[in-house]
């Protein structure tokens, strides 16, 4: 298994170009999460998805779109790029997010935006 | 709101020894699971141990343990006969649950260095 894998590991954008960040897992997790992580800070909900073709805003969504088209892939979006959003992006995913021993939640690598 | 706060940022721990890093919480959940997560060099999340709130035991795994004072908002790491792969960023983070999903609030960690 592969568990989470985040494409592209590394991309440097100027400001207002778009792009997309692809999370992919093979454990047939129904919860998929999108963090970013900054310098000094805890990492930080952006939107998360509970299911195929479902997503939810979480702690800081503005400037960020995602889908979730298939259960497998968690896509997350930035329409028009912002020196704030340099960051160092994290998927997640969790099969079972309640109150049971299965709620951990899996992390892939990360993404290292940073837009100029 | 719900915080997670870690007041050491940085600590330094000899090789073999035992080291303790602090976190407390706010929330006025009564639900709710604590984590420990541990962040090499590589960025990777890596999940070290996990607590229940609801049991009183303390969690323990091999090297790591904590120490869980529900009453206080505590939940410290013990890391014992420390090794260099230990060096890391550890970042407390508590889960709620909200309708179908869960949720993550990290701490901003703390940088532990073990020296020889």
């Known amino acids: 298994n592969a568990g989470v894998t985040q494409t592209p590991k590394f991309r440097v954008l100027k400001t207002g170009q778009s792009m997309t960040l692809l999370c992919a897992q093979d454990m047939n997790h129904e919860y998929m999460y999108w963090y970013r992580q900054d310098p000094g800070m805890g990492l930080r909900l952006i939107h998360y998805?509970?299911?195929?073709?479902?997503?939810a805003k979480g702690e800081v969504p503005d400037g960020y779109n995602v889908s979730r088209l298939k259960k497998q892939n968690f896509l997350l979006g930035l329409e028009s790029a912002a020196p704030s959003q340099t960051s160092v992006y994290f998927c997640?995913?969790?099969?079972?997010?309640?109150?049971?021993?299965?709620?951990?939640?899996?992390f892939g690598p990360g993404t290292r935006l940073t837009v100029l | 709101a719900q915080t997670v706060t870690q007041s050491q940022p940085e600590m330094s721990v000899q090789e073999a020894e035992t080291v303790t890093l602090s976190c407390t919480y706010d929330?006025?959940?009564?639900?709710?699971?604590l984590f420990w997560y541990k962040q090499p060099p590589s960025r990777q999340m890596i999940l070290v141990i996990r607590q229940e709130a609801y049991k009183q035991q303390n969690a323990t795994e091999n090297r790591f343990s904590v120490n869980f004072q529900k009453a206080a908002k505590s939940f410290s790491l013990k890391i014992s006969d420390s090794q260099l792969g230990d060096t890391a960023m550890y970042f407390c983070?508590?889960?709620?649950?909200?309708?179908?999903?869960?949720?993550?609030?990290f701490g901003t960690g703390t940088r532990l260095q073990v020296t020889l």
């Open positions: 998805s509970v299911g195929e073709g479902t997503t």
């Open positions: 997640a995913s969790t099969h079972h997010p309640g109150t049971s021993a299965y709620n951990e939640q899996f």
């Open positions: 929330t006025s959940e009564n639900n709710y699971y």
């Open positions: 983070a508590f889960m709620t649950f909200s309708g179908t999903a869960s949720k993550l609030t």
